[in-house]
């Protein structure tokens, strides 16, 4: 468990992380999102000891991180994957940061395996690939078999086959009853693995919720799109208490508050033509996007967008 009070972290004038209080729970996946800048490698930085709160504090298990005496057995991190001593092979990294915890050679080749380096691990980690470095920076994150872990954009760099790789291992590390905060701006990536979400933007929390109700808060929720000839006939007859309707072009409409079987049952029972009729499930990324439209600090344009 990861407790947060009140914690705050200023640079000179600048607020990055501005009274965040949170609890991130163990057995479920929480995600940590917000703009570029909102404060989130900050916070994982301060649970972790690598930058002193302003003010506030960062718990992790019930103690500061920094008074705890096997950190790595305690947090396992991936801030920054680029933070190896390139020179050393991927083995020797891990059996050196192993030894701080009395961690020996067969751990060191079971996590190798485990993140599928064993054939490189030879080699030294400066010529790693992106990818290959994300799995070395995991390797080291899960090494002492933390009962906490925080990772900074882990799929950063990862193909196809590693996303999926840590899908499962993100979803195991939960049910072994691990506690997992993971930052991510890939919202798909997010959707598929989170349980729980913590949004910040300009260093404050903007929501703290389940990924389902920051979904449906967000006013998105579900809707079926209609497809229909006789739409003008067909949309005055869904109409009704908690039923909303939107047009986005003619002959085609979005409805929330009846479901899919209801709205075809209507335009039968009235021998009205439906071409489509889709459920779609709003995505977290719209409703992402709403929440924090006001609080992107850094924002680029494009010659549509201007
Ligand atoms: N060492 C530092 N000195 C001064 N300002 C800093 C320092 N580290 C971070 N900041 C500032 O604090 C704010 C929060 O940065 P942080 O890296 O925590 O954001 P983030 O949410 O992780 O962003 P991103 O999604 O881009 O990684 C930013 O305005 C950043 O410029």
Known sequence: MI????????????TAVDG??????????????????AGKSTTMRMIVGLDRPTSGTALVNGNRYAATRA???????????????GGRSARNHLLA????????????????????????AHRPAKSFSLGMGQRLGIAAALLAEPDVLLLDEPVNGLDIDGIQWIRELLGELAADGRTVLLSSHLMTEMQ?????????????????????????????GSAVVVVSPDAGLLAPLLAGD??????????????R?????????????HSLRIHELTPTQASLETAYLQLT?????YAGTTRKAA
């Open 257 to 269: 508050g009846r479901t899919a079987p209801e709205i075809g049952d209507i335009a039968s029972g």
């Open 71 to 85: 950190p790595l057995a305690e947090v396992g991190a991936l801030l920054d994957a680029k933070a190896v001593d």
């Open 293 to 297: 439209q006001d609080s992107v600090e």
């Open 3 to 14: 407790e947060l009070e009140r914690l705050t972290k200023k640079y000179g004038a600048k």
């Open 192 to 220: 598929l693995v989170a349980d729980h979400l913590i949004v910040i933007g300009q260093g404050r929390i903007l929501a703290d919720s389940s990924i389902q109700d920051f979904i449906e808060e967000s006013g998105g």
């Open 97 to 120: 940061l192993g030894a701080t915890v009395g961690i020996g050679k067969r751990r060191v080749e079971d996590v190798l395996a485990s993140v599928g380096l064993t054939d490189v």
């Open 242 to 255: 908690g039923v909303t309707l939107t047009t986005r072009e003619p002959g085609r409409f979005e409805v």
């Open 20 to 37: 965040i209080s949170a609890t991130i729970k163990p057995g479920i996946i929480t995600g940590f999102l917000g703009p570029n800048g």
